[in-house]
């Protein structure tokens, strides 16, 4: 799906975290609705926003 930037399996409380990105919220409503929940396999889902960058870097660094 052209939404999903990351997925990651995980343990803990949830399977996997999933990094999306929309460009508004009504965006965001009709993927949950139309795309993510009609996939059999998902039996429920937590959204998390963010509401800000304190860090985000994507490249390690060479020692």
Do not use: P, W
């Not at 396999?41 to 020692?63: E, M, P, R």
Request: proline share 0%.
């Amino acid at each position: 799906m052209k939404e999903v930037q990351s997925c990651f399996h995980v343990s803990g409380d949830y399977d996997y975290i999933v990094k999306m990105a929309f460009e508004s919220m009504d965006e965001y409503r009709d993927f949950m609705i139309n795309k993510l929940t009609k996939i059999n396999v998902i039996g429920n889902s937590h959204s998390i926003f963010v509401i800000g960058d304190v860090k985000d870097d994507t490249a390690y660094q060479l020692i």
